[in-house]
Structures are given as structure tokens and as C-alpha cells.
């Protein structure tokens, strides 16, 4: 999935994931990175670029297990792992995204909670900068975009459940 972020505006292809919410890409300086085709973003060369701090909304809506405060920096950082044992360790920032940048109507939406992760590895692969969170927890892309989506949409009704992050839907019946 194409995405760029950042002011100039970067290219970046995340792996749409609907198992988990935080969106994340590689991000200089790096650690330990995967090696990916695409350049990491840099978020010294984005003008939009924000550092969350900690205790702030959106590094609470981490769990517990997931967040790190940098008390040095007052600023929000991550530690995530998925089933597969990849992993994201890094910054929880602001960034502007912009979706269909290179076609001729791109839609930004700033301050947009993401990632930027400096220690990532696992099994990715080399055509993705890192994930695009589709959960539906508080910090989904999906979440994050809510009230810019059209609400004429048609859409399954999906049923709120603990944990969020998982999509449910209620089934009626079977028919055989």
C-alpha cells in the first residue's frame, strides 16, 4: 500500500495489516533495519514532523507493554512485536499523510499518529517500509481517519469487542 509522509511528501509502501493498529515506517537514523528498496524516511527533512510526548492522548492509546517514555526527551517511544516475532522499536510522532500524491487530486491529512521506527526486523521483505495499520483500535488508520470518511458509505456492521484492534461481526445464520 503507497502512502507518503512528510512535508516534502515521501514514498513509502507499508503492508496493510488489520491485526494490529499502529502505523509504522523505517526511519533514519537506523539501528537495526531490514533492508528495504526504498529510501527510510528521514523525519530531520520533514517540516511536519512532530515527537509526541510522553503522557500525551496518543501515547497513552499504546498499551502499557508497548510504550517507553524517554524522560530525557519527554518524547513517546514504542516497542511492538507481532505473532511472527517481527518487531518495531522507535518514536511515536505526528506526521502529515498524503494519499494519491502523484495522481491529480492527493489528499493530506495532518498530524496523523505513526511510528518511526529505528530498530525493526523480522520477516519482512524488501518492497515495504513498514506497516499500515487497519485495526480497529484507537490508533488504526482507520481510527486515526473516521471522521473524513464519507458517511453515505455502505460497509459491513462490525460488532465492538475487547480487544479492539481485532475486527468482529455477528453472524446470523448459516444457510446449507
Avoid at 33 to 38: L, V
Avoid at 66 to 85: I, P
Avoid at 131 to 160: F, M, R, Y
Wanted: charged share 20%.
Amino acid at each position: 500500500m503507497e502512502i507518503c509522509i512528510g512535508t516534502p511528501p515521501v514514498s513509502v509502501f507499508g503492508i496493510a495489516d488489520t491485526g494490529s493498529d499502529l502505523t509504522w515506517v523505517q526511519c533514519k537514523p537506523c539501528e537495526e533495519c531490514y533492508e528495504q528498496k526504498t529510501p527510510l524516511f528521514d523525519p530531520r527533512k520533514s517540516s511536519t514532523y512532530k515527537n509526541v510526548p510522553c503522557g500525551s492522548n496518543s501515547c497513552n492509546a499504546l498499551d502499557s507493554s508497548d510504550r517507553v517514555c524517554n524522560q530525557e526527551q519527554n518524547a513517546c517511544e514504542n516497542s511492538y512485536s507481532y505473532g511472527d516475532r517481527s518487531f518495531t522499536k522507535g518514536n511515536i510522532a505526528l506526521e502529515k499523510f498524503t494519499i494519491g500524491v502523484f495522481t491529480r487530486s492527493p489528499v493530506s491529512f495532518p498530524n496523523l499518529v505513526f511510528g518511526c521506527g529505528h530498530n525493526n526486523g523480522g520477516t519482512f521483505d524488501y518492497l515495504g517500509s513498514g506497516i499500515v495499520g487497519l485495526g480497529g483500535g484507537p490508533l488504526s488508520l482507520i481510527k486515526q481517519l473516521e471522521s473524513n470518511i464519507n458517511a453515505d458509505a455502505v460497509s459491513t456492521p462490525l460488532v465492538d469487542k475487547d480487544p479492539s484492534t481485532y475486527y468482529h461481526v455477528t453472524l446470523e445464520a448459516v444457510s446449507v
